[in-house]
């Protein structure tokens, strides 16, 4: 596809499991980004991976949170222990450069029960 | 710190009246400056950004922002607004150098009625 792909669309845990929500981004773009959408907020930024450089992770709220990116690609947004504030839509951007517009996935919705 | 302020949580145009959704933001240094728009249950879409050059820019389905700087605006407009350009929109600020990510402010609820 042409746009930047995430899965799952929804998903339901229990307090206290661990989730793994992925991000296909744009073939070529060397950006990727993830953000927090919390119901009735704005955008939280959480990570930020720029080709081999090494990520910013300045906006992840907690040691739970981690995210990797292999092969420059694709990417895994892991969250240990999930705790009922987690719950929100994950959505994931990429971008050719660091300076051009972000692409934006339709986003995974995490509900923690 | 670089930090956008949207003033208003909903803004209520008539179909065909023209629409302003208001954006003022604070950074140092130069801004780079973005609209997005998001549908319910979907991700959220480029509009416009401004870089450099004209103050006034055009973006997509009509939609344009006028950047300025003694005023640390960009507000968004369009002529005249269409029902389906009901949605929430954000606008966005990065700064050149230093911080890589967007900074948004915490959208605008567009209600454009029949």
């Known amino acids: 596809g042409a746009g930047v792909s995430q899965s799952p669309s929804n998903k339901v845990t229990e307090k206290g499991k661990d989730v793994e929500l992925r991000c296909d981004p744009i073939s070529g773009h060397t950006a990727l980004y993830w953000y927090r959408q919390s119901l009735g907020q704005g955008l939280e930024f959480l990570i930020y991976f720029q080709g081999n450089s090494a990520p910013d992770k300045s906006g992840l709220p907690s040691d739970r949170f981690s995210a990797e990116r292999t092969g420059g690609s694709v990417s895994t947004l892991t969250i240990q222990r999930t705790q009922q504030e987690d719950s929100a839509v994950y959505l994931c951007?990429?971008?050719?450069?660091?300076?051009?517009?972000?692409?934006f996935g339709p986003g995974t919705r995490l509900t923690v029960l | 710190a670089q930090s956008v302020a949207q003033p208003e949580d909903q803004v209520n145009v008539a179909e065909g009246n023209p629409l302003t959704v208001k954006c003022t933001y604070s950074v140092s240094g130069n801004p780079y400056l973005f609209w997005y728009v998001q549908y319910p249950n979907r991700g959220l879409q480029f509009l416009l950004k401004y870089i450099t050059g004209d103050n006034l820019v055009k973006g997509s389905y009509g939609f344009e922002a006028e950047f300025n700087k003694s005023q640390t605006s960009f507000h968004l407009k369009k002529p005249s607004a269409l029902v389906s350009d009901s949605a929430l929109y954000f606008c966005a600020v990065r700064v050149p150098t230093g911080f890589q990510k967007l900074v948004f402010g915490t959208g605008t609820r567009l209600l454009v009625s029949p």
């Open positions: 951007a990429s971008s050719s450069t660091t300076y051009n517009e972000q692409f």
